[in-house]
């Protein structure tokens, strides 16, 4: 119910669009640091821990295809959202707790004004358009890393790594992607606000609603990630 | 102006309010007094209906508080100011803004307008000067203040504080409570003002309703109040006003 009043409120005006923006200011370019370093690492031990695998079945010019399609269709949107969430879902949710627990959400509807439009809805259109954009950086930076660690240390030749990795990679990998970030996202706007909103009064409320808006939202990427996988590709 | 009828709340098991029933005319400021955990600042709550009482009724210039709903509440609620126990102002704006948001969502006047609404209102509360700050840089009795200028910002014919001088020093406590009392004057506001304020608040209100036990157990003039013989008014207003009175010694000999 709460999800559908905040997609029924974002689909109809006004919607904040000032907000919004800040919003996708706070969630999606201020990630971007802790992305890039993500993306980075994850592409570089990718490369590492695949290409001796890849050498024993002698296909280690396909290192470029392991490592793209890894990134794209997996570890670029699970663990992006996983990053979003423990550094901007928990701010949001705690933001939103003390709103609830300092009585300014009851002051925003004594003014006629709609919590939900005006708390909510921009948390969660922002984490709903960061979320792929932060992703396709993280699967970017990621390729970059694998290369830097596939060329640059293990000696593959560059261009076996992104000719292969334009033979095999397809269309549906990076649109499956695409979809799953934008799913992330919404879970992440749509849990972390939940239980901000929900929060118990006083700080032990507010510790509560920011934990469990953390671990639920991270569960459920990784649950909702295997049906989607398993529908996508 | 205001009529509540047999109210009932509860949660789980705990009754708070027992069948409360009380009236507030129009221009009247009433003082609502009781123990911690009495039900008054729900019962304020209720009048805006900002919750839902389990039984009884309540009417705000003649409307159906209960009955209303979407723009009808929306338009009630308009009337009505309500200052927080701890101000609910909105960290992530200026005084300034914060004063200027009910205007600038709720009306359609221009920017030039909002200025001289909100610079007026500031003034009123003696913060002309603070408009720049965000409410962590003010002291506990300007965020009072702005409170205030932020329930009145829309012109309400009726103000609710809930406890506006919890956390204040006496002194700025009392400064707030006069600053109140000339709002009320001034504009002809109906206000309920819920406080612990013994006996302080009895000079500024013409009547004032003891909540106890979930009941209304009196509401009247402070001077009759004060002098009732009922033991449950006495023993509030004279621990009180014992407390008080040390406290005042104790100030005296600084």
Same mark, same amino acid.
Request: aromatic share 6%; no cysteine; proline share 6%.
């Given at each position: 119910m709460f999800l559908g009043q905040t997609l029924l409120h974002s689909l109809t005006p006004p919607v904040k669009g000032e907000r919004v923006l800040r919003q996708i200011w706070f969630i999606g370019w201020k990630s971007m640091l802790v992305i890039a370093l993500t993306g980075t690492f994850t592409g570089m031990v990718v490369a590492l821990q695949g290409f001796p695998t890849l050498r024993r079945v002698g296909s280690e010019a396909l290192l470029g295809p392991m490592v793209s399609l890894s990134l794209i269709r997996e570890l670029g949107p699970v663990l992006t959202a996983l990053m979003v969430t423990g550094r901007a879902g928990s701010a949001i949710a705690a933001e939103i707790g003390i709103m609830r627990t300092s009585e300014q959400i009851d002051a925003l509807e004594l003014m006629g004004l709609n919590p939900l439009r005006y708390v909510v809805v921009p948390n969660v259109l922002a984490s709903l358009l960061a979320l792929p954009v932060l992703t396709a950086v993280f699967d970017v930076i990621g390729i970059l890393g694998g290369y830097v660690v596939g060329v640059?240390?293990?000696?593959?030749?560059g261009g076996t790594y992104f000719g292969e990795m334009s033979n095999y990679l397809e269309m549906k990998d990076i649109l499956g992607g695409i979809y799953k970030a934008l799913t992330f996202g919404l879970l992440i706007g749509w849990v972390c606000c939940y239980k901000g909103y929900h929060s118990r009064f006083g700080a032990e409320g507010v510790s509560a609603a920011t934990t469990q808006a953390v671990v639920n939202a991270s569960a459920l990427i990784l649950v909702w990630d295997y049906f989607v996988t398993s529908v996508v590709f | 102006m205001i009529r509540a009828d047999n109210l009932w709340k509860s949660f789980g098991h705990q009754e708070v309010l027992r069948g409360v029933s009380f009236e507030v005319q129009p221009g009247e400021f009433v003082a609502l007094i009781g123990g911690s955990g009495s039900g008054k600042s729900l019962l304020l709550k209720l009048l805006v209906s900002l919750l839902k009482p389990d039984n009884g009724r309540i009417w705000i210039s003649g409307k159906d508080v209960a009955a209303s709903s979407g723009k009808e509440l929306e338009s009630l609620r308009s009337r009505i100011g309500f200052v927080f126990q701890g101000g609910a102002l909105f960290d992530s704006m200026t005084v300034y803004d914060n004063v200027a948001f009910p205007l600038r969502e709720k009306t359609s006047l221009g920017e030039k307008d909002i200025r001289r609404k909100v610079t007026g209102e500031l003034e009123l509360v003696g913060l002309?000067? %603070?408009?720049?700050?965000?409410? %962590?840089?003010?002291?506990g009795g300007m965020i009072k203040r702005v409170a205030l200028a932020r329930a009145l910002v829309r012109d309400p014919e009726i103000v609710l504080f809930d406890e506006p001088t919890t956390g204040l020093d006496p002194v700025v406590s009392r400064a707030v409570l006069d600053l109140f009392s000339a709002v009320h004057q001034r504009r002809r506001l109906t206000g309920i003002l819920v406080s612990h304020e013994i006996p302080p608040i009895f000079e500024i209100v013409q009547k004032v309703a003891m909540l106890h036990e979930g009941r209304i157990v009196a509401v009247e003039p402070p001077g009759q109040f004060c002098a009732s013989p009922d033991p449950v008014i006495q023993q509030f207003v004279n621990g009180k006003a014992s407390a008080q009175s040390r406290l005042n010694g104790g100030a005296s000999l600084t």
């Open positions: 640059g240390l293990l000696g593959l030749n | 002309r000067d %603070a408009g720049h700050k965000f409410p %962590a840089q003010l002291s």
